[in-house]
């Protein structure tokens, strides 16, 4: 909505009165009035004004008479707040009744104005009014909206981080504990042992869906920023990999220097990601290849992989949160696709780029780029 009276275009009005002579006699009163400039559309049927305000988004206003030829009394108003609840509304009728004008207020209009008594002043000023009392409604809702959200997300992030957790840990706890325990049979032991596998599965999307929740309905990332070596972070989590993936083969390639200020658990979290992801959508008898140099700014690391080509239309959204990499035809599904949509935050928090080419004669590549030191920018740090 524009500011009464400022050097911006005209306040849109939609005037919906089926009387000719009052139509225009307030189009007159309205054009009589100093320097505020209005635009006013004329309808004179109910059915008319929903369509308008459903599909103009300009209108800064609505001024509806009760008595139409297909709606009557405060009857006329729902449907209007319901297709455009944010636009303010004044009443018009030709009863001067203070109860009437009480319960069209409580009705959802922002005043009301009766036919006859009604002079140029005196409407532009109860335009005004409106316009500014549904902003200070508007601002009061967003504001109640971010509360909720803020109470929702403390709920959630506590029935992840301890409702959750807490029951999951002694499940995994104590499945490691029946593991070292001699005696079982082998039938037991691996079923023992697929509950432990299972478990640490649930606590990474546990885990996924906490950083999930963070980057959404909190304030991103917080970050804690050392001196680290990513040569050393990169060749930890490679290893992490080929014990998880024996059958796997990882070419491993650092050069240049790997020194810079950065979070290393969430570095190491953003390259286990991207590294899982191309020994989970790549055939076993291809290689897996990590590679880190430094770039212009600071350092490049680029995950390859020789798996199905991702689609070009999936490209754009790679990295929206619950989309995955390939069809699920072609790899198994052990994840929420929150993986690469973590990574990107985390390089997003570091002022990093994160950006992939896919084909099928070139394979699959993921790459991204951070800087050795952090330059405020407000992504997070």
Not at 351 to 373: D, Y
């Amino acid at each position: 909505m524009s500011e009464i009276g400022s050097n911006e275009r005209p306040l849109r009005l939609l005037l919906v009165e089926d009387n000719p002579g009052d139509a225009r006699l307030l189009q007159e009163e309205l054009r009589e009035v100093g320097t505020t400039r209005f635009e006013v559309l004329h309808v004179e049927r109910l059915a008319d004004a929903v369509r308008v305000v459903s599909t103009d988004p300009q209108v800064d206003a609505v001024l509806l008479d009760l008595s139409l030829p297909d709606g009557h009394g405060l009857g006329n108003i729902p449907p209007l707040l319901q297709a455009a609840p944010s636009i303010p509304l004044v009443v018009l009728t030709g009863t001067d009744d203070e109860r009437l004008a009480v319960r069209a207020v409580h009705e959802g209009a922002q005043d009301y104005l009766v036919k006859g008594q009604v002079s140029g002043p005196l409407l532009v000023r109860a335009l005004r009014y409106a316009i500014e009392r549904k902003r200070v409604e508007e601002g009061l809702k967003r504001e109640e909206a971010a509360r909720r959200t803020a109470v929702f997300r403390e709920q959630f992030l506590g029935i992840l981080g301890h409702d959750l957790r807490n029951p999951l840990q002694a499940i995994s706890g104590n499945a490691s504990l029946l593991l070292r325990h001699g005696g079982l049979s082998e039938p037991q032991r691996k079923a023992i042992n697929r509950i432990s596998i299972s478990a640490d599965r649930m606590a990474r999307m546990i885990n996924d869906l906490l950083d999930f929740t963070r980057t959404r309905l909190g304030s991103g990332y917080v970050l804690e920023r050392a001196r680290m070596n990513l040569h050393e972070v990169l060749r930890q989590v490679v290893e992490e990999l080929e014990v998880a993936h024996p059958r796997r083969r990882f070419e491993l390639s650092l050069t240049g220097n790997g020194w810079g200020d950065w979070d290393a658990d969430r570095i190491a979290q953003a390259a286990s990601n991207l590294v899982g992801n191309a020994v989970q959508y790549s055939p076993e008898d291809t290689s897996v290849r990590v590679m880190v140099a430094d770039a212009e700014s600071g350092v490049r690391v680029e995950v390859h992989n020789w798996g199905l080509p991702i689609p070009t239309e999936r490209l754009s959204s790679i990295f929206d949160p619950f989309v995955r990499a390939q069809d699920m035809r072609s790899a198994q599904r052990n994840g929420l696709g929150l993986g690469l949509y973590i990574t990107h935050e985390i390089v997003r928090a570091h002022g990093g780029l994160l950006g992939v080419s896919s084909s099928s004669e070139e394979g699959t590549c993921f790459w991204l780029s951070l800087p050795r030191q952090y330059v405020a920018s407000g992504l997070g740090g």
